[in-house]
């Protein structure tokens, strides 16, 4: 079980507290993806430093290497790579799917084959979740499938269904501990009827905290809006809500504004390796000829290591130059962009301001 308080609301927004097992993460907030066992480019006192309280471990890449098994004898995924606080696990359905080779889909779980070396594995909803256990993840994800979009709506119902059986299963093999807990994750691609059906299976069975899933895969911004908009509001209020693999800067705030308290992306992270910076006026593309003269930090009201020591036109030379420090600075850079951006919505839900930051976070955007 963890503990989740809402401080002050805004509308459909709220401002809340998770309590883990490593420490409390203060919501809406976005959680930088630590795939491997590490956030890409970054040391985890650079994370850290950054504002983050949590972040995302990967379960099929930490199962296929080093192994469930090797990090739990190691003292578990908080110890192995260093993080003393929070850590998400996702099941690894969504990366069996878009990663894993030769998968067969039935009723007891998924087989495949390792993209590394080709070996066999099979993940079920019990094996997932005692995989989450062995890393020892404070919030633990159930397994789900997740339909591709776009699908018949038939398919998306028998995978809805499917996804289902697998929270029941997943809530069954979850252990018990203080300080951790596990997610259901409400499926139905883009039709409100099925994302309603799944809510009430899920809210029937009994999270800790509600996920919504297979969203951001194509579907545009309106329609994703709107599939929150009919689904949140169904969503138990006393219990953290979490959209997964979502998104860009604005998604955040329209996300916020409906009541979503939890987010991971790979946009500010990849992005800081390809010398797309995020600013408070807009992206930057790095590599760009435009600042290879200009002494200007990214962003003066940044207080990120690279806004504080570095001009547009060195970032420019180190990532025309493929320099490792290029990827650094751009990461702790986007990564302190997306705490700070959460952070201000945060104190803009207390003093219930969100509307008109939203309204004015548009225009720039
Ligand atoms: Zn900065």
């Known amino acids: ?42 040391t985890p006192e650079g994370v850290a430093a950054t504002g983050a309280r949590v972040v995302l471990g990967n379960t099929y890449h930490l199962m296929l290497r080093p192994s469930a098994e090797r990090i739990a004898t190691l003292g578990g995924l908080h110890r192995f790579m260093n993080w003393p606080y929070a850590i998400l696990t ?28 080709g070996r066999p594995y099979e993940l079920t909803p019990e094996r997932s979740i005692a995989i989450q256990h062995l890393l020892g993840a404070d919030l633990t994800m159930a397994l789900d499938e997740c339909t591709p979009h776009p699908s018949p709506r038939e398919a998306v119902e028998r995978s809805m269904e499917l996804t289902m059986r697998w ?38 069975i009994g999270f800790d905290g509600y996920a919504v899933g297979g969203l951001a895969v ?67 593309n790095l590599r760009n000829a435009r600042h290879a003269d200009d002494p200007a930090p990214l962003d003066p009201e940044c207080l990120c290591p690279a806004c504080a020591g570095y001009s547009r036109a060195y970032l420019h030379h180190l990532s025309r130059s493929g320099e490792i420090l290029g990827s650094m600075l751009l990461t702790a850079h986007n990564l302190r962009y997306y705490a700070d951006l959460m952070a201000t919505m945060r104190t803009a839900i207390e003093t219930g301001s969100l509307a008109a930051f939203a309204a004015a976070f548009e225009s720039v955007e």
């Open 167 to 204: 929270a029941e299963r997943s809530r069954r093999a979850f252990v018990e501990r203080p300080g951790h807990g596990i997610f259901g994750i409400v499926q139905g691609g883009i039709h409100p009827d099925l994302r309603l059906r799944a809510t009430s299976r899920l809210t029937d």
């Open 1 to 42: 079980m963890i503990g989740f308080e809402v401080l002050a609301r805004d509308g459909a927004a709220r401002r809340g507290r998770l309590r883990t097992a490593h420490g409390n993460i203060d919501t809406p907030v976005f959680m930088p993806l630590a795939t491997t066992g590490t956030v890409k480019a970054m």
């Open 90 to 117: 996702d099941s690894g359905g969504f990366q069996v799917m878009s990663l894993a080779a030769r998968r067969t889909i039935s009723e007891g779980g998924v087989t495949f084959r390792s993209h590394l070396d």
């Open 218 to 284: 194509g579907e545009g911004q309106a329609t994703m809006f709107a599939v929150l908009d009919a689904t949140v509001p169904a969503l138990p209020q006393d219990r953290p809500h979490y959209l997964m693999g979502v998104g860009k800067p604005g998604d955040l705030v329209g996300a916020v504004l409906r009541g979503i308290d939890m987010f991971d992306c790979v946009l500010p992270t990849r992005s800081g390796r390809t010398a797309q910076a995020f600013t408070r006026h807009g992206s930057l």
